[in-house]
């Protein structure tokens, strides 16, 4: 069984960081693509990481430069190291990995920026 476990979500301020973890239980996270996604009340669920299994990682332009996605194979978990955010960054961030065709989502986790 699948089960993607996020973390490390919170209150910060705006222009602090915050770094999310993603454990995987059930895959292999080293040879599945991996992704970030959020969503904002009131939006559409939308992708700020892609980590694929072979290639580059890919950020929402709305991200760029202030997000850096990764993977630690020894832990099965990725994370999602994010800077100087901002109030729009408030969301929900969900996990997603794609193992044997199959789309798997965490069950996220809350992110808050106060301006």
């Known amino acids: 069984q699948v089960q993607l476990v996020e973390s490390g979500g919170g209150l910060v301020q705006a222009g602090g960081s915050l770094r999310l973890s993603c454990v995987a239980s059930?895959?292999?996270?080293?040879?599945?693509?991996m992704a970030w996604y959020r969503q904002a009340p009131g939006k559409q669920r939308e992708l700020v990481a892609s980590?694929?299994?072979?290639?580059?990682?890919t950020y929402a332009d709305s991200v760029k430069g202030r997000v850096t996605v990764s993977r630690d194979n020894a832990k099965n978990t990725v994370y999602l190291q994010m800077n100087s955010l901002k109030p729009e960054d408030t969301a929900v961030y969900y996990c997603?990995?794609?193992?044997?065709?199959?789309?798997?989502w965490g069950k996220g986790t809350l992110v808050t920026v106060s301006s």
């Open positions: 059930g895959m292999i996270i080293s040879i599945s693509g």
């Open positions: 980590l694929p299994s072979v290639g580059s990682t």
């Open positions: 997603k990995g794609r193992s044997g065709g199959v789309d798997y």
